[in-house]
């Protein structure tokens, strides 16, 4: 067993970008499985400054790793090169000798943005990011989708498609009260950009595989892109993504056999938060305590979308919830978790509330029902637990926390039954508490 798989537990933005990168330097390839560059991880590099990945891994700030994006994946040209660029500004290596793209991942086309654009412009909005992912999944479903090998095989063939698409959506721009596009040039940016990520593309399905049988076989570390909440099949539907974000997105997002994954983590952060529309149970509506929580927005932990800019709602951490993402990616027994932004817990004030279990027509339930509009119906059971007001971020012993930081983290093990073995007590790439928990 050679894969190992971090996924998010809540709705997102829960840093797993931060883990990804601290764990990055114990395995031989990192990969993206599933989302497009509507999700975003932030890296934190040494020297202090921001990297925000939205497609390539973020193993890509660690040398002599290869890097993987997956046919899970959904990919836009223009953003990637973009991407690329930015992270070579900072004076990191990208080449294919770094970085793999799967000729067999579905290409984000420009009438799938500007589907998208419509659709948010009018009655049917979701809250989306704009980045034409419901569009593009939809289509590869239909199987009428465009797929990356195409910018290798039949890049005039893709321009064609491209022009065509654009062509023929023009009526529906018009109605929504877009502004006019030149198709032609369009078309043009985009093959031009796609030409740019042509020596990345391959078989990365057999790569894996073939690394994986090794007589000493790869490390593999499988970057998960939003969280259990967004997931197609398993989230609170409708308001979710089009992609599986699960542990079990893995295999079909890798084309791994479910036989080669080994530890799965998921991440949690000590105060969820939401962009964009859906039930949230535990959410904080009280415009001081926002305030107090959310603090100073110019830092590198502000909660604010790393792809959207969108300020996040915020809320008391949600148990039922994180027990049903724990349930169904596997995350039990000798699996772990990790919890983000212990350091903010004292915002709450003297007390922190958790909530432990939900209350629905007059009966106790422990773990979160399967869809938005149960959600809806239900209403969060506390407890409280005392804070405290010193600054931890400087800690990297648990049994140096605070007596009611360690509580804190020994009540959420009792609920979950699942050891907690890396502890974010700050942004920084350094500051984790790594505590050896696991048999």
């Known amino acids: 067993m050679s894969v190992d798989v971090i996924v998010g537990l809540q709705r997102g933005d829960e840093g797993k970008g931060r883990f990804v990168d601290m764990l990055s330097e114990k395995h031989d390839i990192v990969t993206r499985f599933n989302g ?68 067999a991942a579905h290409l984000i086309l420009p009438h799938h943005i500007y589907d998208d654009e419509i659709r948010e412009a009018g009655k049917g909005r979701q809250g989306s990011t704009k980045s034409g992912i419901a569009q593009v999944a939809s289509q590869k479903a239909m199987r009428a989708g465009a797929r990356v090998e195409l910018i290798n095989d039949n890049p005039e063939g893709l321009s064609d498609i491209v022009y065509e698409g654009l062509v023929a959506q023009r ?49 593999v570390l499988a970057e998960g892109a939003q969280a259990f909440w967004l997931d197609i099949d398993h989230g609170m539907y409708p308001y979710t993504t089009s992609s599986s974000t699960t542990s079990g997105g893995v295999c079909t997002g890798l084309g791994v056999a479910p036989a080669f994954i080994d ?131 400087d800690i990297r012993q648990f049994d140096d926390l605070p007596k009611a930081a360690q509580n804190y983290i020994e009540f959420i093990e009792g609920i979950t039954k699942v050891p907690i073995s890396l502890i974010g007590v700050g942004p920084r790439r350094d500051q984790v508490i790594v505590r050896d928990v696991l048999d």
């Open 171 to 219: 009526p529906l721009r018009q109605e929504a009260g877009l502004e006019p596009i030149d198709e032609a040039a369009v078309a043009k940016e985009y093959i031009e950009n796609a030409k740019r990520i042509r020596g990345f593309v391959t078989d990365t399905v057999l790569y894996l595989n073939q690394q994986l049988r090794l007589d000493k076989p790869a490390r």
């Open 263 to 393: 530890q799965v983590t998921g991440i949690a952060k000590a105060i969820p938060s939401h962009v964009g529309g859906g039930p949230f149970v535990t959410e904080i509506t009280e415009t001081e305590q926002l305030k107090r929580l959310h603090g100073d927005m110019t830092t590198i932990d502000a909660e604010k979308g790393t792809t959207t800019g969108r300020i996040r709602r915020l809320g008391h951490l949600d148990l039922p919830q994180i027990r049903r993402s724990q349930m169904v990616n596997g995350i039990e027994g000798k699996q772990d978790m990790a919890l983000t932004k212990l350091d903010w817990v004292r915002r709450y004030g003297d007390e922190v509330k958790i909530c432990v279990a939900y209350s629905l027509e007059g009966k106790r339930i422990e773990i979160a029902p399967d869809a938005a509009y149960k959600l809806e119906q239900v209403t969060p059971i506390y407890e409280s637990l005392p804070t405290w007001q010193e600054d931890i971020q």
């Open 36 to 103: 497009g560059n509507n999700a975003g991880h932030t890296v934190v590099l040494p020297d202090g400054r921001e990297l925000a990945l939205h497609l390539v891994p973020s193993g890509i700030a660690h040398p002599g790793i290869m890097n993987i994006i997956g046919n899970g994946t959904l990919v836009n040209p223009i953003k990637l090169v973009e991407e690329i660029d930015d992270i070579k500004s900072k004076g990191i290596e990208v080449n294919s000798r770094n970085l793999m793209l799967s000729s």
